[in-house]
């Protein structure tokens, strides 16, 4: 497996909504890179307007424009 896409404080969108209904609108931050499962690397993600993180599947997730 390669290395990990997104790099810790990087700006990303989280593209699976609550229980995966669709993009979010909020703009995440790369907390922490996790070990893959199941082939994907994961990441610890964090939105500014939420006290709580999140982990999110490096295919859930693209870079912000």
């Not at 896409?5 to 907390?31: A, C, E, M, T």
């Amino acid at each position: 497996m390669s290395e990990h896409k997104f790099k810790v404080g990087q700006s990303v969108n989280y593209l699976s909504g609550p229980h995966g209904r669709g993009p979010r609108s909020d703009v995440f931050k790369i907390i922490q890179c996790l070990p893959p499962q199941g082939g994907d690397y994961q990441y610890r993600i964090r939105a500014a307007n939420e006290p709580h993180d999140r982990v999110a599947k490096e295919s859930e997730l693209e870079r912000t424009t």
